[in-house]
């Protein structure tokens, strides 16, 4: 069965850091790989995307994440946080059988210190 | 405004009774999701439905049932059968098919059982 491991559960940083949260996933076949992100009392919501092309992607608010392929990974970058992204932050796989099977990891807390 | 709609955000119940949280979008969306949220553990998936009149079991079904009469509505009932049902309840949809996967999340149901 797919899953997907977020190794790091709380991450503490000071402002101006910079950030790198690991994910990976098992899976051998072709994936759709996503980080979402839960600001304090807000919904979940969609900072970026793979589907294909470019491994490199680009989301909202600075952040970028890199897939690996042969490291089975989609980690989450930023060069530079800001107090306001203290978060939580998901990382997630589509994938398998059924495409629409979104499966999501166990999230990193992720606090900043002014 | 287009959007998930989860009801209530807030309930009781009291160990033995079955409850029915609500889910209602009006985004057109195919596919559906109810996932259950418990701190250090992200978001597990009880059930999906591509579309209406079929659904699958996530894997944390055990103990929770749903239907898909209509588009736009996937309620989830938690049966007495599920062992530890306090807990955050999120919703979800998405475009179904490969390629997509961007999931919009409703405000969530807290569940409580006393």
């Known amino acids: 069965a797919q899953s997907v491991s977020q190794h790091n559960h709380h991450v503490i940083l000071s402002e101006a850091a910079s950030l790198e949260l690991g994910c990976n996933y098992s899976?051998?076949?072709?994936?759709?790989l996503f980080w979402y992100v839960q600001y304090p009392g807000q919904h979940l919501q969609l900072l970026l995307k793979?589907?294909?092309?470019?491994?490199l992607v680009k989301g909202i608010k600075g952040f970028e994440a890199e897939f690996i392929k042969s490291k089975f990974s989609f980690n989450l970058r930023k060069p530079s946080v800001q107090w306001s992204d203290t978060a939580e932050y998901f990382c997630?796989?589509?994938?398998?059988?059924?495409?629409?099977?979104?499966?999501f990891g166990s999230g990193t807390r992720l606090s900043i210190r002014p | 405004d287009g959007g998930i709609t989860q009801s209530p955000k807030y309930l009781f119940r009291k160990e033995g009774q079955n409850v029915t949280l609500s889910c209602e979008q009006n985004?057109?969306?195919?596919?559906m999701y109810w996932y259950r949220q418990d701190p250090g553990q992200g978001l597990r998936l009880i059930y999906y439905s591509q579309i209406v009149n079929d659904f699958q079991k996530g894997d944390i079904a055990e103990g929770y049932s749903v239907s898909r009469e209509k588009k736009e509505s996937f309620p989830l009932t938690v049966t007495s059968a599920q062992k530890n049902p306090t807990a955050f309840y999120l919703c979800?949809?998405?475009?179904?098919?490969?390629?997509?996967?961007?999931?919009?999340f409703g405000e969530g149901s807290r569940l409580t059982v006393l």
């Open positions: 793979y589907f294909s092309g470019d491994p």
């Open positions: 979800a949809s998405s475009i179904a098919g490969q390629g997509t996967g961007e999931l919009f």
């Open positions: 997630a796989v589509n994938a398998g059988s059924s495409a629409s099977k979104i499966i």
């Open positions: 899976y051998g076949g072709t994936v759709n």
């Open positions: 985004l057109n969306h195919d596919a």
